[in-house]
Structures are given as C-alpha cells and as structure tokens.
C-alpha cells in the first residue's frame, strides 16, 4: 500500500472523509469531509510545486505551505494531520508538531522573497536541504525530526497507539 491508499484509509476510517485523486505530477488529492458543515481540504499540483490548502466558503485559502518534493509535502501533510488522526482514534497526541525544537544541526532557511516572507524549507546538519514554503517554523521544526524516514512510515507512527517505533518520544506528558 502507497502513502496516498493508506492516508485516504486512515482519513476514511477516523471521519468517514473520501480522498480523491492523487499526489502525481498534474493532480490533485483532496479530502471531501462526510460532515456537510466541514470544509474540503487538499494538496493541489501548479507550476512544479505542491500546494496544501485548507477551504472556506468553498473557497480555497492559503496555501498553508508548498514543497516541489512529493515526500516532503506528504510528510507536512502527516503532520498537518496526524494528531487529529490519533484524537479520533482516542490516543495521546504527539508533541513533536508544536512544541519540538529543531532537531540539533539543523537549521530553517528563510525565504529570499521580500513577497513571501517565512521560511524557503530547512537544511540537514550535514547539509541537504529540503525545501518548503512555510510561515510557521513549528512545521519546520517536527519536519526536521522525521523527514529522513519515509512518509509512510511515519503515517503508520501516528496511527499507533505508542507511536512506536519513530515517534514515541513525542508522546505529550499530562
């Protein structure tokens, strides 16, 4: 199973939500909520960068952030998603998305565009650097502690009770 069939999984099993479409070059993968009050939500494909989106009013705001790196944008995506997955599962969620600090060597590298303030993506300690377009360095900071494992896997990690094996350190304490 690809990260796409088990993210429209979890999606459908946790909301009743449908996923369409896909994360390949020219498409779109978007989240139709069951709940007619939600809104859609989605990763659209223009000009060789994915964009993440949230709806309002049936109208698309943001993009909330950008990658031209598939795996990088279904890693924000997890994310972006992940502790409301484990909330209607019932589990703990994770502090790895807003509380983390960057992982140690690594570093966010701030946008060029005077248009687009924030940050272009974060570089490794060793100095691979993985873009994506975000104002909010929280994002950063969790994609830093899991962009080396592949999206899946992470996914797997938040629909785990323990969170286990990559991401059981983020476990909130109450």
Not at 13 to 37: F, H, K, N
Not at 46 to 72: A, C, K, L, M
Not at 125 to 153: M, Q, T
Request: glycine residues 8%; aromatic residues 12%; charged residues 20%.
């Amino acid at each position: 199973m690809d990260f796409v069939e088990r993210f429209a999984q979890a999606v459908s099993a946790a909301w009743g939500d449908q996923v369409r479409g896909s994360l390949e070059p020219g498409d779109s993968l978007v989240v139709y909520p069951s709940s007619a009050a939600a809104e859609p939500f989605g990763v659209y494909f223009d000009d060789n960068t994915y964009s993440f989106y949230t709806h309002e009013r049936g109208s698309r705001i943001g993009p909330e952030f950008q990658s031209d790196d598939v795996s990088v944008i279904q890693h924000c995506l997890t994310l972006r998603v992940g502790n409301a997955l484990r909330v209607a599962q019932g589990f703990e969620k994770l502090a790895l998305y807003n509380t983390a600090p960057i992982r140690s060597g690594w570093t966010m590298v701030r946008s060029a565009s005077a248009d687009n303030p924030g940050f272009a993506g974060i570089r490794s300690d060793r100095g691979v650097f993985y873009p994506c377009a975000w104002a909010n360095r929280w994002l950063l900071a969790g994609l830093s502690h899991v962009v080396e494992y592949s999206p899946l896997e992470v996914l797997e990690c938040y629909l785990r009770p323990d969170a286990a094996p990559l991401l059981s350190e983020w476990l909130q304490k109450r």
